[in-house]
């Protein structure tokens, strides 16, 4: 089974910046991993999500420009980068990781098998 663990989250003034992290028990670029997050009482959405075979990226237009997706090959690691949070980004956010080659343009929860636990991003001031 593979196990998928996030940090970074935390509470974070608006305007502010946070770097999500998730590290995986086995090697995170041959595989598409993603980003999702959800709110209290509102569906999971897909924020971000980076392909394996060309690292093609995709972003939630609310987030475009203010999140940055990348992998670490050598920390084993894909990161968050959230620039300019604002209170509708709070949420908790999971990273997912799919054992297909090929997936969705836009991040499709059915289409991964592997997720973290969550961790809480609040933008409050």
């Known amino acids: 089974q593979v196990q998928l663990v996030e940090s970074g989250g935390g509470l974070v003034q608006p305007g502010g910046s946070l770097t999500l992290s998730c590290t995986a028990s086995k090697f995170m670029d041959y595989y598409p991993v993603a980003w999702f997050r959800q709110a209290p009482g509102k569906e999971r959405e897909g924020v971000s999500q980076?392909?394996?075979?060309?690292?093609?990226?995709y972003y939630l237009d609310s987030v475009k420009g203010r999140f940055t997706i990348s992998r670490d090959s050598r920390k084993n690691t894909v990161s968050l980068q959230m620039d300019d949070l604002r209170p509708e980004d709070t949420a908790v956010y999971y990273c997912a990781m799919s054992k297909r080659t090929l997936i969705s343009t836009t991040p499709l929860a059915n289409e991964y098998e592997y997720w973290g636990q969550g961790t809480q991003v609040t933008v409050s001031s």
């Open positions: 980076i392909h394996s075979h060309d690292s093609r990226t």
